[in-house]
C-alpha cells in the first residue's frame, strides 16, 4: 500500500509540467506586455525593456518556462506583476478560506445527499422518493452564482441569520457559500446513490440473503450499501475538482478571498505567476483528492486492497 500510495504521489509531479506548460503556452501567447502591465502610467520603452531583461521576458519562451519550473521545484511561486508580493504569500493567506468552504461544502454533500439517495432507492415509489428526485433536478439545474444571490437576499437580506459576504464572522460565513457551493453536487451525490443503491438491490445476493431471513436493516446496511457505495466515492472525489472550479463563482458573489477569486483577478490582470500559482495548487488539491478516494476503495473492497498489497496474484 505504501509503494501505491508514493507511485500516485509521484505522478503528480509530471500532471503539474503538463498543467504548467500548457497554461504557461496560453498566457505567453496571449496579447499584451507584462511590462506595461507591471510599469502602468510609469510606461517608456526604455524602462519596459529593462523590466524585461530583469524578469527574463526578452528570453526565448522554452528558457523562461524551465527558469519558471525550477523555481517551482524550489518552492518559490514567483513575485506578482502587478502588486510585486510573492505569490506563495498571496495564496497561502487566501487558501485557508477555500479549503474550508470546500469542506464544509463537500460534509454538506455527504452527510445530506448519501442518506437521503439510499432511503429513497429502499422506497423508490414513495412520496418521499419522488419529491427527493425533483429537488435533486433543481440542484443539478440551477447556477452558482443565481443561488448564491436568493440566498442572499432571503437568509442575509430578509431574515439576516447570516452575513452576505466576506470572512469575519467564523462559522456563520461560511454557511451560505457552503450551501450554495454544495448545493448541486449534493443533488448529484443523492442520484448516484440512489441509482447504484436501486441496482444493488436488484441482485441475487441481496435475495438470497432475505430469503434465508436477514433482517431489512443488515441487507440494506451491511449487504447492498458496501457495493453501492464505489459510484457514489467516485462522485465525491470527481466533486472536489468540481467545487474548486465552482468556487470561483461562489468567492465572487460572497466576496471571499480565496484562491478562485484570486484566479479570475489575476486573469484579468494577466498576472502571470499568479494565475500559475493558483492552478498548480487546485492541481495538487484534486491530485490528493483522488489518491484519498483510491485509497477509500481499497478500504471498502478488499479485492483492490489485496492488489495494491501486492497479494492478489497476477493475472494470467
Known sequence: MIRYVVKRLIIIIPVIIALTFVVYSILYMAPGDPAQIILGNDYTEEAAAQVREDLGLDQPFIVQYFHYLGDLVRGDFGESYVSGESVGAQLFS????????????????????????????????????????????????????????????????????FPASGMDDGWKSLVLPSLTVGANYMANTMRTTRSSMMEAIRQDYITTARAKGVREHDVIYDHALGNALMPTITVVGLNVGALLGGLVYCETVFSIPGTGRFLVESINKRDVPCVLGCLVIMAICVAVSNLIVDLIYAYIDPRIKAQYSGKGGRSK
Do not use: D, E, Q, Y
Open 94 to 161: 487566501r487558501f485557508p478560506n477555500t479549503f474550508k468552504i470546500v469542506i464544509c461544502a463537500m460534509i454538506f454533500c455527504v452527510a445530506v445527499g448519501m442518506p437521503i439517495g439510499i432511503w429513497s432507492a429502499v422506497r423508490p415509489n414513495s412520496i418521499f422518493s419522488k419529491v427527493t428526485m425533483v429537488i435533486g433536478l433543481m440542484g443539478v439545474s440551477m447556477p452558482v452564482f443565481w443561488l448564491g444571490l436568493l440566498l442572499i437576499l432571503f437568509f442575509a437580506v430578509h431574515l439576516g441569520w
